[in-house]
C-alpha cells in the first residue's frame, strides 16, 4: 500500500518477545478497506492466540473531518464477543503517525511488560517500573523517560492489573470508550501500556482533489446543527438529561479529539478556579471528561458535579469504568463519594445494558443534533446506528461526530477514499465490509 | 497582514496544524508546519498555538497574545548579544507565507472548525 | 519530511570530494550534501580541521568549505593546516568556499586569518568604506566585529546576480542565491569576477536603508575563482549550494564537475561489501534517531536557545541534522548493505545513544530550570560527528549502487 498509510503490520508475540514486520497488503485494503473491515480480519487469522488487534482507520490523522479514530478489537472477556473499542483524543491520530496501521498483539508475556511503538519500530519493555503504578503515574514515567510529553499511552490501572471485569484501558491520563474490560484482557497478558510516538508522512494519491473534497465536506458539517454548541453537556443535554447548569461552574474548557469540529470532551478544575486562564501552578489541577455516561452516572446517585468528576478522576487513575463503578455502586445502595472511592477493587456483577454490538455504547444510540431522515417512530435507529458506527470505525471517523455529521455520507467517504488512495472502491465492497463486521 | 488565533474559541483540534503541514509536504505530517498546537501540558489543560512569521514567533495563549521575536526566548536575560545577519535558514518550519501560492488562501484558517483563525 | 530524492543519472568517475565538518562550521554543510547527492556527485567523505592536519586532504579533489564562523576556521586549522590547505589547492585542489568559507582566502591583518592571505582583494561591507553618518545606521544586528573596523550586512536572502565567465543558468546570465553574511567583493586584478550583484528582489530582506544596500553591493563581486598552481579557489558570498536554489546549485555542481578532478585521484570503486550490513543494524539507528528525534521535536516548543562560540543556536537545528539523515534512512535500509566494520557499527549506535540521552537531559533540565548551555554545545558537536559518519556509509551506499549499475 502506497497512500494513508505507513505501509506496515507489526505481530507482537508477548510469549516470545518476538516482533515482526510486514507489509500492508494492497489486497487486504481492497477487500477491507481498512479500521474495522481490518482488524477483524486480522482477529479471525490470528484467533487462536487470543490477540489483542490494534488499528486505524483509512484517514485516521487526515484533513478528513473528526478523523480521529483508531481502535482495539479483541474479544470481550466477559461475554466472549469480538468487539471494538474507539481510541480517540490525539491517540487515534498519533498511532496512523507511529509507523505501523495495524499491530497484533498475541501471546501472554512471562512478566510485566509494555509496548513502545514509535516511527516505525516497536519494542517490548520490561515494565516493572510501572506494573502497579496508576494509570496517570504510569503515563508520566513513561514520557519522563523517553522525554517526550507527546507519547500517548494506552494503559491500564489497578483494575486491569488485578483482572477486575470493568478494567478500562485508558488513554494517557484519561477514560477511554472502552466499555468492553478490555483493561481485563491487557492485564491478563502482563501488558501494562502501548506507547505510541510518530512522526511519519502520509502521502497521498491525489492530494490537491482529496483535500479540496475534505474542505467541502468540513464546510459542510461545520455549520450543522450542534454549531456554536460544545463540550460533554452538550451532549448530554440532546440525550435528554440536562446537566448543562449542574457542570457548568467547573468547566474550565471544552477540547476536541484530532481535527474533529464537535469537541466532545470538557476539563473541568476540580483544585483552581475554572476561570484561571494563565497555566496552573497546580500539577494535577483537573480532570477531562471523555465519556458522558461515566458523569450521568454519578449524577444520577445524587452527587455534585465536583464529586462526580472526582470520582471520574479517581477511576481513570485505577483504570476502572466508570458507568460499570456508578452503575453496580447504585445498585449495591452506595452513594457517598468515600464509599465509592474504596469500592473499586469490589465492583462486580453483570451490568444491565451490557452491549450487543460489536461497537462500543459509549457513542450514544440515536442521531445527535442532526437529522438523518430516520422514521420517527424509532424503527430504524438502531440499525441506523450500527451502520454508522460500522462506517466511524472502518474510516477511523470520531464514533460519536459521525452521529451528528449527515453530511459524511458513505458515497463521499467512498469518494475520498479512491482520491486518498488511488484504490477503486465500490458501494459493494463496502456492503460486503460492513457485513462481515456486523456478523 | 497575518493569521490571527483566538485561543478562546480554540478546542486544540490539530487541524490547522495538519493543514499547514500538507501545504509544506504536500502530504499529511505535522514536521514543517509553522503553525503548532502546543500539547505538552496535558494534565492541565494549558495549551497555546504558536505562529512562526518570517520575524516574529506569535504565541496565542488563553490569558493573551504574545508576539515574539524569532529566535528570542521572551526572557531579557537570555536574549542579550547581538542578533545576528548571518545566521542560515534552517529550512525545517519555514515562516507563514499565507498560504500566498493558494487561490484560496491559507489552509489553516479554513480548515479550522471553529472559526478561531482569521486573517487580520 | 520526504525522502530524499536523489539524481537519476549519477556521473561514473565523480571527484572525490571532502566537506569541511570542523570547528566553525554550522550546518549549512549539510546543504552540500544535499547538492552533492542530488547531483549524484557520491564519492564524498567529511572532514574537519584534525584530519586535515593529518593529510586528510591527500585523498580529495576538491574541498567545499561552506559557512558559519571564519575565526573559528582559522584558528583551528592554524598555521600547519593553512599550509596544507594552501598545498592541497597548488597541487590541483578544487577549493569552494561559501559565505564563511569565502570570507577565509581573503586577505585580512587579523589573527589567525593573516595566516590565509591568498586572494588579494577588498571587501565593500566593511566600516572603513562608510561615512560617519552611515557607520550610525547600523542596527546592532548588522554587523559583525572585525578589529577596530566591523563587517556589515545590508540585505539578507535573495539577492539578483550576473554571472560571468560564461557561466549560465538556463541559457540565462541572471540568477538569484540567498546571501546570509557572505562577502561583497570590490573588483581586483588577482581574481576573477564570475557572479556581480545587479540587485534585489521581492524576497530581499534589506537589513539596512535599501540606498545603502545598494550603494554596497551593487556592481561588486559575489563570487570569484582565483587559480593557485595546478588548482583553483572558487569562493562564494551568496549560497550557491542552498537547496532551495536549483539554478545556482547547477552553477555550483557544473563547477565541480569541471574542475574538481586535477588532481588526477582515483575515484572510489568500491568492492560490493563482503558481509551486508545486518538488518539489525540500521533498525538500531532508526530506533535511535528516532528517540533522538522525537525529544527534539519537543524541545522546538521551548523557549530556550543557546550561545555557542558567538553564535546563537537554537532548538529547531538539533532537528536540521536529525532530518538529513532521516530522509535517507530508507534508502540504506532497503538497499543492498554496505561495509562497516562491527566496532564502527558499535561506535555509530553509541554515539546516536548518546545523542538521545543528552537531549533528555536537556529536556529534564530545563524542566528544573536549569541551564543546558554546557549540554547544548556538547550535543552540536556529536550531532557533527553523528551525522557525518551516518552520511558517510550512504554516500558510500550510492556509490557502490553507482558502479554497479553501471558495471
Ligand atoms: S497561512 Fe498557510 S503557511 Fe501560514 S500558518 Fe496557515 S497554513 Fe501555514
Ligand atoms: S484548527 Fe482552530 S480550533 Fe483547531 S487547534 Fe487550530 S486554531 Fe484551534
Redesign the interface.
Known amino acids: 500500500m502506497e497512500y494513508l498509510t505507513s505501509n506496515k503490520v507489526a505481530i507482537v508475540d508477548l510469549g516470545t518477545s518476538k516482533i515482526v514486520h510486514e507489509k500492508l497488503d494492497e489486497a487486504l485494503v481492497r477487500e477491507k478497506i481498512g479500521g474495522a473491515g481490518v482488524t477483524c480480519e486480522l482477529y479471525e487469522k490470528y484467533k487462536e492466540e487470543d490477540p489483542i488487534i490494534l488499528g486505524t482507520g483509512l484517514f485516521t490523522g487526515t484533513l478528513v473531518p473528526a478523523s480521529a479514530l483508531s481502535m482495539i478489537t479483541a474479544k470481550n472477556p466477559s461475554t466472549g464477543k469480538v468487539c471494538h473499542a474507539p481510541l480517540t483524543l490525539y491517540a487515534g491520530m498519533e498511532m496512523k503517525y507511529s509507523g505501523f496501521d495495524y499491530i497484533v498483539i498475541k501471546g501472554k508475556a512471562p512478566k510485566p511488560m509494555y509496548l513502545w511503538v514509535h516511527d516505525g519500530i516497536a519494542d517490548i519493555h520490561d515494565a516493572k517500573e510501572i506494573w502497579g503504578k496508576n494509570v496517570w503515574d504510569a503515563t508520566d514515567s513513561i514520557r519522563d523517560s523517553m522525554g517526550d510529553a507527546l507519547i500517548q499511552v494506552l494503559g491500564i490501572g489497578k483494575a486491569g492489573e488485578s483482572g477486575s471485569d470493568f478494567g478500562q484501558v485508558c488513554i494517557n491520563y484519561w477514560a477511554s470508550g472502552d466499555r468492553w474490560g478490555f483493561g481485563k484482557l491487557f492485564g491478563r497478558k502482563k501488558l501494562k501500556s502501548v506507547a505510541l510516538r510518530g512522526m511519519s508522512l502520509l502521502e497521498i494519491a491525489d492530494p490537491e482533489g482529496f483535500v479540496q473534497a475534505c474542505k467541502e465536506l468540513l464546510l459542510a458539517v461545520k455549520n450543522g446543527p450542534f454549531a456554536g454548541k460544545q463540550g460533554i453537556a452538550e451532549l448530554s443535554a440532546e440525550m435528554g438529561e440536562d446537566i448543562r447548569k449542574w457542570l457548568e461552574p467547573i468547566i474550565h474548557r471544552h477540547l476536541s479529539c484530532f481535527n474533529t469540529p464537535f469537541p466532545t470532551n470538557t476539563f473541568v478544575f476540580l483544585d483552581e478556579d475554572p476561570k484561571h486562564l494563565k497555566e496552573s501552578e497546580k500539577n494535577e489541577p483537573g480532570f477531562l471528561i471523555t465519556d458522558v455516561y461515566g458523569l450521568l452516572g454519578f449524577n444520577k446517585m445524587g452527587l455534585s458535579a465536583q464529586d462526580s468528576s472526582a470520582l471520574l478522576r479517581e477511576c481513570a487513575r485505577a483504570g476502572i469504568d466508570a458507568v460499570a463503578v456508578a452503575e453496580l455502586n447504585q445498585k449495591a445502595g452506595m452513594t457517598q463519594l468515600e464509599e465509592i472511592k474504596r469500592s473499586f477493587g469490589d465492583v462486580k456483577g453483570p451490568l444491565e445494558h451490557l452491549s450487543k454490538e460489536p461497537f462500543s455504547p459509549w457513542a450514544p444510540p440515536a442521531p445527535m443534533f442532526a437529522d438523518f431522515a430516520l422514521s420517527p417512530d424509532g424503527s430504524q435507529t438502531a440499525d441506523w446506528w450500527k451502520r454508522r458506527q460500522a462506517m466511524a470505525y472502518i474510516f477511523g471517523i470520531h464514533p460519536i461526530f459521525a452521529l451528528m455529521s449527515p453530511e459524511l455520507t458513505e458515497e463521499k467517504l467512498l469518494e475520498l477514499a479512491t482520491m486518498g488512495t488511488g484504490l477503486e472502491f465500490t458501494p459493494e465492497t463496502l456492503e460486503q465490509v460492513v457485513g462481515d463486521i456486523l456478523k | 497582514m497575518g493569521i490571527q488565533i483566538d485561543l478562546k474559541k480554540c478546542?486544540?483540534?490539530?487541524?490547522c496544524e495538519?493543514?499547514c503541514g500538507?501545504h509544506r509536504?504536500?502530504?499529511?505530517?505535522?514536521?514543517?508546519s509553522c503553525i503548532?498546537v502546543?500539547?505538552?501540558?496535558?494534565?492541565?489543560?494549558?495549551s497555546a498555538v504558536?505562529l512562526k512569521e518570517?520575524e516574529n514567533l506569535v504565541i496565542a495563549?488563553?490569558?493573551g497574545v504574545e508576539v515574539?521575536k524569532l529566535?528570542?526566548?521572551?526572557?531579557s536575560d537570555?536574549d542579550k548579544?547581538?542578533?545576528?545577519?548571518?545566521?542560515?535558514?534552517?529550512?525545517?518550519?519555514e515562516p507563514c507565507d499565507l498560504c500566498s501560492d493558494r487561490k484560496?488562501g491559507p489552509?489553516c484558517l479554513?480548515?479550522c472548525?471553529?472559526n478561531a483563525i482569521s486573517l487580520g | 519530511m520526504k525522502e530524499f530524492p536523489s539524481s537519476p543519472n549519477p556521473p561514473l568517475s565523480p571527484p572525490k570530494i571532502g566537506i569541511f565538518v570542523g570547528a566553525g562550521a554550522s550546518h549549512s554543510w549539510l546543504w552540500f550534501v544535499d547538492l552533492l547527492d542530488q547531483w549524484g556527485l557520491n564519492d564524498v567523505r567529511f572532514i574537519n580541521e584534525k584530519e586535515i592536519l593529518i593529510g586528510a586532504l591527500e585523498g580529495v579533489d576538491s574541498l567545499m568549505m561552506s559557512g558559519g564562523d571564519t575565526f573559528a576556521m582559522a584558528r583551528s586549522l592554524g598555521a600547519e593546516g593553512s599550509r596544507r590547505l594552501k598545498h592541497f589547492i597548488e597541487e590541483g585542489g578544487l577549493y569552494i568556499g561559501t559565505c564563511a568559507g569565502a570570507y577565509l582566502p581573503l586577505r585580512s591583518s587579523m589573527a589567525f586569518l593573516n595566516q590565509f592571505n591568498w586572494i588579494n582583494v577588498k571587501i565593500s561591507n566593511i566600516s572603513r568604506r562608510l561615512s560617519e553618518s552611515e557607520r550610525g545606521l547600523f542596527q546592532e544586528h548588522a554587523c559583525t566585529p572585525y578589529g577596530c573596523e566591523f563587517v556589515y550586512h545590508v540585505a539578507r536572502e535573495d539577492v539578483l546576480l550576473e554571472m560571468e565567465g560564461g557561466h549560465q543558468a538556463n541559457g540565462s546570465k541572471k540568477v538569484i542565491a540567498p546571501l546570509y553574511g557572505g562577502p561583497s567583493m570590490l573588483p581586483s586584478e588577482d581574481m576573477q569576477a564570475i557572479a556581480t550583484y545587479r540587485g534585489f528582489t521581492e524576497k530581499t530582506k534589506f537589513l539596512v536603508r535599501e540606498d545603502l544596500a545598494e550603494k554596497t553591493l551593487h556592481g561588486n563581486i559575489a563570487a570569484s575563482r582565483k587559480r593557485m598552481g595546478k588548482g583553483y579557489l572558487y569562493i562564494f558570498g551568496p549560497h550557491f549550494e542552498h537547496p532551495n536554489y536549483p539554478e545556482a546549485n547547477g552553477i555550483l555542481a557544473r563547477i565541480i564537475l569541471r574542475e574538481g578532478k586535477n588532481r588526477a585521484t582515483r575515484s572510489f570503486r568500491p568492492e560490493p561489501p563482503s558481509s551486508k550490513t545486518g538488518q539489525s543494524f540500521f533498525e538500531e539507528w532508526r530506533r535511535e534517531l528516532s528517540h533522538s528525534r522525537m525529544v527534539a521535536f519537543g524541545l522546538e516548543m521551548l523557549p530556550i536557545r543557546w550561545m555557542i562560540g558567538n553564535k546563537w543556536y537554537e532548538p529547531e537545528k538539533i532537528r536540521v541534522f536529525l532530518e538529513a539523515l532521516w530522509r535517507r534512512l530508507n534508502y540504506l535500509e532497503s538497499g543492498e548493505g554496505v561495509d562497516v566494520t562491527p566496532e564502527d557499527q558499535k561506535g555509530m549506535i553509541n554515539r546516536l545513544k548518546e545523542t538521545t540521552g543528552l537531549l533528555r537531559t536537556m529536556k529534564k533540565e530545563h524542566d528544573r530550570a536549569q541551564s543546558t548551555n554546557g549540554l547544548a554545545e556538547d550535543l552540536f558537536l556529536l550531532l557533527k560527528k553523528v551525522a557525518s559518519d551516518f552520511l558517510t556509509i550512504y554516500f558510500r551506499a550510492k556509490r557502490t549502487e553507482t558502479v554497479r549499475a553501471q558495471a
Open positions: 478546542v486544540s483540534c490539530m487541524a495538519m493543514a500538507y509536504d504536500e502530504g499529511f505530517a505535522l514536521l514543517s503548532m502546543t500539547r505538552g501540558r496535558e494534565k492541565k489543560d494549558y504558536v518570517e495563549r488563553p490569558e515574539r529566535g528570542s526566548t521572551g526572557k537570555q548579544g547581538r542578533e545576528d545577519a548571518s545566521a542560515k535558514p534552517l529550512l525545517l518550519r484560496d489552509l479554513q480548515f472548525p471553529v
